[in-house]
């Protein structure tokens, strides 16, 4: 039998996104933030190829980017309702880590694979801001796949695009647990 880790085993099979609404002052230091980001780093990542990087939104920048995003709706046509609530993970913000996925050029390994890897940081930096004991939700929106927001918020690239908004500060009120997948509906085995 492999040596079994039942803390980190027991931490995944409870853990928990908590919602950035209810995520409340104060958030981690830089300091207390680079143990998180490192491990976030710890991802899978064919051919080291280092597709994405991070952007730490700290509190002081959360309401020039609700603005921004309350601009890009006007511009999209968006309604009041989304605005509001595109805008409120800004308004609402303590801090966030954008996880940025990059596309390096590369004939070896597909696209798709970097944008695997981008998406396995956002869940890594998720579940290493859960275990250092903060509250943290992995989110997006609507304006983070606008290019002109890309480039204007975060001064991204042709090349970059959001794959995630780790909003991370101290826990609120725990949400209760939510149904979770059928295991046996989505699960299938392959024996010859």
Not at 119 to 133: D, E, I, R, T
């Amino acid at each position: 039998m492999p040596d079994r880790n039942a803390a980190a085993l027991e931490f995944l099979l409870t853990r928990r996104s908590r919602p950035a609404k209810t995520l409340v002052a104060p958030a981690p230091t830089r300091d207390q933030l680079q143990e998180i980001l490192t491990a976030a780093a710890r991802t899978p990542d064919h051919g080291m190829l280092v597709p994405w990087r991070f952007i730490v939104i700290e509190k002081g920048a959360m309401a020039r980017l609700a603005d921004l995003t309350e601009a890009t709706g006007q511009r999209l046509g968006k309604s009041p309702e989304d605005i509001t609530k595109g805008r409120s993970q800004f308004d609402l913000g303590q801090l966030a880590v954008v996880v940025v996925e990059v596309q390096r050029e590369t004939e070896k390994f597909p696209p798709v694979e970097m944008t695997y890897s981008a998406g396995a940081v956002c869940l890594s930096l998720l579940n290493a801001a859960l275990a250092a004991g903060w509250g943290a939700n992995w989110l997006s929106g609507w304006a983070s796949h606008d290019a002109d927001f890309r480039k204007e918020a975060f001064g991204l690239g042709a090349n970059e695009r959001i794959a995630g908004i780790v909003h991370i500060a101290t826990e609120g009120p725990r949400p209760p647990e939510r149904p979770r997948p059928d295991l046996a509906a989505i699960t299938s085995y392959i024996s010859e």
